[in-house]
């Protein structure tokens, strides 16, 4: 098991999320621990990127349930279909927020954030969590992102 990430701030987002997905998946490997290792690829992602704040919702008894993440304090559950994480989740796929303010229903944890992408975590074909990232730009995130993050989802075999 990895100790240390070799984070590079250099080259494109692309180049980074190249250099960083191996290290996560060795940082995974050979642990079986979903909580563990939701907690490491949080800490590997904001560790690279330094986005504002990086986290899982787990589905608990009909509602998105704050899981482990790196940031400031966040909301605590959400409501399928409330709120960008509510909607990823309802519809079952990835969304990209460039302004958090123009999308219907946003819940503002954090007044900073202004740019969301949210990714559903699936396990046995069900929606068990998403992966949410919030960063205090207006629109961060792009196809690249949801194309690595997704990659990164893959890596944790829920």
């Known amino acids: ?82 709120g960008v994480c509510g909607a990823s989740w309802e519809r079952a796929e990835t969304i990209i927020v460039p302004n958090v303010d123009e999308f219907p229903g946003h819940i503002a944890c954090a007044s900073a954030s202004k740019s969301e992408i949210v990714l559903p975590l699936y396990q046995g074909g069900q929606i068990i969590g998403v992966l949410d990232v919030d960063s205090e730009y207006f629109a961060h995130f792009d196809e690249v992102d949801g194309q690595y993050l997704n990659q990164v989802i893959k890596l944790l075999n829920v």
């Open 1 to 82: 098991m990895a100790e240390d990430l070799t984070i590079t701030k250099v080259g494109t987002k692309e180049e980074q999320y190249q250099s960083l997905i191996p290290q996560i998946e060795a940082l995974l490997y050979g642990e079986t621990d979903l909580i563990a290792n939701l907690a490491n690829v949080c800490a590997a992602l904001k560790e690279q990127f330094n986005w504002f704040w990086v986290g899982f919702y787990l589905v608990k008894n009909g509602e998105l349930v704050l899981g482990p993440f790196q940031g400031p304090v966040a909301c605590t559950r959400i409501q399928l279909g409330k």
